[in-house]
């Protein structure tokens, strides 16, 4: 069974702050998608990432996936109040559906 | 279209009672998806359906039944439900249910069981 970890948790920021959230696995990845999930909303897929230390960028979003395809990373750069949502990362491929626990982040104005 | 249709987008049911939740995509999708989500928690897996056969029941209780009457619609069933299970259901689509595709989400039904 694939353990999947999200860190942080909750995250409270002002806005224009830069901050980074992380997805970390026990297994590799065949591929991993970040998703964003507003307050009474389905997921939207942000990215798809295949290719270990692949980097993608996405406006202020930049998406990374480490060399082993174990973890990857979402920076956001200049925060606004409308990044507020929860972040899911998505491991990929073979069947597998499941979402990470989560980073509920929250930005003020 | 690039949506996912689910109605009612509330609903508040006794114990006792039985009531349906629909979804629908005009995408030609041919994978759909029940997910449950609680507050604060991420979506979780119900069923999958793959070429309108059921190819994916993570271990849901009986009072869940889903259908998939054809490749455009998806219900879930509701009878005898139990005050926990109050979330919000979640819909989805993707092309054909592989695993590496997107998917793509309705905006749920929120269920309250009381």
């Known amino acids: 069974t694939q353990l999947l970890e999200q860190s942080p948790q909750f995250l409270s920021i002002q806005e224009g702050e830069n901050l980074t959230v992380y997805c970390n696995s026990s297994?590799?990845?065949?591929?991993l998608q970040w998703y964003r999930q507003e307050p009474g909303e389905g997921p939207v897929l942000l990215v798809t990432?295949?290719?270990?230390?692949e980097v993608k960028k996405l406006k202020r979003l930049t998406f990374q996936f480490g060399d082993a395809r174990k973890d990857s990373s979402l920076h956001i750069t200049a925060a606004q109040p409308g990044d507020t949502g929860l972040y899911l990362c998505?491991?990929?491929?073979?069947?597998?559906?499941?979402f990470g626990p989560g980073t509920r982040l929250s930005v003020l104005p | 279209d690039t949506e996912v249709t689910q109605t009612p987008k509330h609903l508040v049911m006794g114990m006792t009672n039985k009531k349906s939740l629909k979804c629908e995509q005009h995408?030609?999708?041919?994978?759909m998806y029940w997910y449950k989500q609680k507050a604060k928690k991420p979506p979780e897996l119900m069923f999958v359906y793959s070429y309108e056969k059921l190819s994916i029941n993570e271990s849901v209780p009986s009072r869940f039944s889903p259908e998939c009457p054809n490749s455009s619609l998806l219900n879930l069933h509701l009878h005898a439900l139990q005050p926990e299970d109050s979330a919000l259901y979640l819909c989805a689509s993707s092309s054909s249910g592989t695993g590496y595709e997107k998917l793509f989400f309705g905006s749920g039904t929120q269920l309250s069981v009381l």
């Open positions: 990432v295949v290719t270990g230390g």
């Open positions: 995408m030609g999708h041919r994978a």
């Open positions: 998505a491991p990929r491929g073979g069947q597998n559906f499941v």
């Open positions: 297994s590799v990845f065949s591929s």
